[in-house]
């Protein structure tokens, strides 16, 4: 379905929230939203698949619909176990009833619960595409703790955020870039002027050196960039030390 959730004038624009309105038009939304958002998920699929062997568990957490934990069965034939979890109902209901691969499950539960952090015990891969902006900036790193205590000794977390860039005219820059290309993708001024205010308290977005001093302070060995467009970026972040 089409993305039209903020194609009508509303007098009062709540905060965003993963609903099932949001649900049932999300695979559009995030297309039409995140640049390279069609580059990210397949390679994080192939990434997470080229880190696990048989009998591992890879954790999608945040995995809304499910793309990600679809991506990653898709590039492994492997006997593995794909855990997708998510606090929105509409998002895992979706997930589940798109699901055919019996190595995948999903379940909803919130980020920093104790579930969440039984589910990713021993975790060989962890992802999170798009999710900590969402958490409240006092938890991130508390939650980055747990992640990384759950990994497995040769664990390796999969990071994409929005990043702001500590110059704020090339931040500027590139967020009405972001912007005028969103128009590009058919959305109104009106569309992207109510998403961007519906986004202001719940999406709080890091500088890079933010994220990568927050990643070496909780443990992690290494931190690689492997992409960027604009303001937003994905990471590898190595538990012990670089895979070859």
């Given at each position: 379905?089409?993305?039209?959730?903020?194609?009508?004038?509303?007098?009062?624009?709540?905060?965003?929230?993963?609903?099932?309105?949001?649900?049932?038009?999300?695979?559009?939304?995030?297309?039409?939203?995140?640049?390279?958002y069609e580059t990210v998920i397949p390679m994080t699929g192939?990434?997470?698949?080229?880190?696990?062997?048989?009998?591992?568990?890879?954790?999608?957490?945040?995995?809304?619909?499910?793309?990600?934990?679809?991506?990653?069965?898709?590039?492994?034939?492997?006997?593995?176990?794909?855990?997708?979890?998510?606090?929105?109902?509409?998002?895992?209901?979706?997930?589940?009833?798109?699901?055919?691969?019996?190595?995948?499950?999903?379940?909803?539960?919130?980020?920093?619960?104790?579930?969440?952090?039984e589910l990713a015990q021993g975790a060989q891969v962890i992802v999170m595409n798009f999710v900590l902006q969402f958490c409240e900036p006092t938890s991130r790193k508390s939650l980055l703790q747990a992640l990384y205590a759950a990994l497995a000794p040769e664990g390796l977390l999969i990071l994409s955020e929005k990043i702001r860039d500590p110059?704020?005219?090339?931040?500027?820059?590139?967020?009405?870039?972001?912007l005028a290309w969103k128009r590009a993708n058919g959305y109104s001024d009106l569309e992207v002027s109510q998403k961007r205010t519906s986004l202001e308290n719940v999406m709080q977005v890091d500088l890079e050196q933010e994220h990568l001093e927050r990643l070496t302070n909780v443990g992690f060995a290494s931190t690689d960039q492997w992409y960027k467009c604009m303001n937003w970026a994905s990471y590898l972040a190595w538990k012990t030390s670089r895979t070859p």
């Open positions: 379905m089409r993305d039209q959730v903020y194609s009508k004038a509303q007098s009062h624009i709540v905060d965003f929230a993963f609903s099932e309105e949001v649900a049932e038009v999300f695979p559009d939304m995030i297309r039409r939203s995140v640049p390279g192939l990434i997470a698949a080229r880190h696990v062997k048989a009998g591992d568990k890879i954790i999608d957490l945040g995995c809304s619909l499910g793309a990600t934990s679809q991506a990653i069965a898709g590039q492994t034939t492997k006997a593995v176990s794909i855990i997708g979890v998510d606090n929105s109902v509409p998002m895992i209901e979706g997930a589940i009833a798109a699901n055919t691969d019996p190595r995948i499950s999903f379940f909803e539960a919130d980020t920093l619960s104790e579930h969440t952090l110059a704020e005219s090339k931040h500027s820059y590139f967020d009405e870039t972001h």
